[in-house]
């Protein structure tokens, strides 16, 4: 039986990074053998999640090298798994540590990789979408085996009690890749509900005008129940907020309820990201702005002004004026 | 510090994306040096100015890519580096990585910078398979980087914040948008630009054939999907109205 391999971050706590369960999940109806790779500090913990949700076997080692040192280990082990298996596909999520991998696995290999994909119909073929979400492109995949790298939240993560034999991997990695040391790691914690899982996302761009006006989206996500506040990479890119605010191709993907967009303009990079929320608004002062043309409620004015007003609206209805 | 940029010559990305035969339209439209690159290119020559050292410019595409080049030349980078041939038409990530390894490989450096992804394909795997390629050690995702002679530190993005990561020279680097200030072109850069060493190289000159450029992967269909429909327009004083509608059917309000 052929077999489709899926590549799980974990954190030193053993929380896998929700991605591999939905990776997981659409392998599962693949017709194929599904077993995960699971490397460094944590992996031994993550075992039972990744059974729980599809895997039949999982390849693991808590070695630090792993942690400590970026993709080459990784890619180091991966290949030898691959060599020893043979699998037909390996899966990785468009995360930060898994894109490294994936492209090293490739060229390592001389395995075909596709990025970015959206959907995997089958064991040689998937799919990714274009232009902002209005093109969809089919590509057949040849060789063995095939890379894919899958942008998150394409598919649901769906558990399904299963439970997974763990395999020991060995690490046997020489010094020549224990080259690109973590040193320190900083962490920025956002306040509020995770932007991936909130039910409702306010996100501002350049529109807004100032840093100060941010404050704005965060006085408003104090007064709704489960809201996060997001950004486009322009303001991001300017030092307004940090990182960990970032919608879009190069940020997070989220599929919130309701999205708000306020003086953001919609470029490609950023509707990738929030394309899949259930209902958007935008307020823009540019009426032939692209972010109008996914929206269900379109507001051409100051973002600023509205957001004013938006504000003052939920507070008499809550009672607070 | 020897540095070697990779740069790619990009369709105009404030433009539509135009498909012809399954392909991202390249000639008959705009191209610009993807705007992603000027950070590598001001990350190199900030290091040039710092430690000393040749800046080398190099790129893969039509002939008329050269034009990312002489951009890059311009902005002050020392010679360039131009890679083209009919064979490499519809090429991947990761026959791009192949090829540009191989042009590296005769270049010689202690770094390579390129950007987190292309602007037009963003598969943002290109870096890696040229780090693999040239056996390198890679730290991408960089948002500040300093060197020495012998290493570099690197603040790497991270989903939730950064780690700081040092690496041994030779090595491979991706910079974000932010890392630096990129310089635009002076008049004195643009004419001194004309007169640097400029190279122009084929599959042939690289020892390579056109099975090296062989594309593992067809796209065999594109399609439209069903867009989403724009909604309605609201006038500016109903607006705070309607958006707390829509907020209280969803139970936030």
Known sequence: MPEVWVYAEVTHAGVVDTTALELLTRARSLGADVAAVVLGPGASRAAGTLGDYGASRVYLSDDDVFGDFVAQPATKALDQLVTEHSPEMLMFATNYDSRDIAGRLSAKTGATLMSNATGVSGLDRAQTAISGGSLMVDVVLRGSPKIVLVRPKSFAAEAMGGVAEVINVEARIPDELRQARRRERQEQDAAGPNLEDAGIVIAGGRGLQAPDNFKLLDRLAGLLDDCAVGATRAVVDAGWVPYAYQIGQTGKTVKPGVYIAAGISGATQHLVGMKGAKRIVAINKDGDAPIFEVADLGVVGDAVKVLEQLIEEVKRRKGQT | ?253
């Open chain 2, 1 to 253: 510090m020897n540095v070697v940029v990779c740069v790619k010559h990009v369709p105009d990305p404030n433009a539509p994306v135009e498909i012809q035969d399954n392909r991202i339209k390249r000639t008959g439209v705009q191209n610009v040096l993807d705007p992603g690159d000027m950070y590598g290119i001001e990350a190199g020559l900030l290091l040039r100015e710092a430690l000393g050292g040749e800046v080398t410019v190099i790129s893969m595409g039509p002939v008329q890519a050269v034009e990312a080049i002489k951009r890059a030349l311009s902005m002050g980078a020392d010679r360039g580096v131009m890679i083209s041939d009919d064979a490499l038409t519809g090429a991947d990530s990761l026959v791009t990585a192949r090829v540009l390894a191989a042009a590296i490989r005769r270049a010689g450096f202690d770094l390579v910078i390129a950007g987190v992804e292309s602007t037009d394909g963003y598969t943002g795997t290109m870096p890696s398979s040229l780090a693999e390629f040239l056996g390198l050690p890679q730290v991408t995702f960089a948002k500040r980087l300093s060197a020495s002679a012998s290493s570099v530190t690197v603040d790497r993005q991270t989903a939730s914040g950064y780690h700081v990561v040092e690496c041994s020279l030779p090595a491979l680097v991706t910079v974000t948008a932010g890392v630096n200030e990129p310089r635009y072109p002076s008049f004195k850069g643009i004419m001194a630009a004309k007169k640097k060493p400029l190279e122009h190289l084929t599959l042939d000159h690289l020892g390579m054939s056109a099975a090296d450029a062989e594309v593992e992967q067809e796209i065999v269909q594109i399609s439209a999907v069903d867009e989403r429909k724009s909604g309605t327009r609201v006038a500016n004083d109903e607006a705070a109205a309607r958006i707390a509608d829509l907020l209280a059917e969803a139970k936030a309000i």
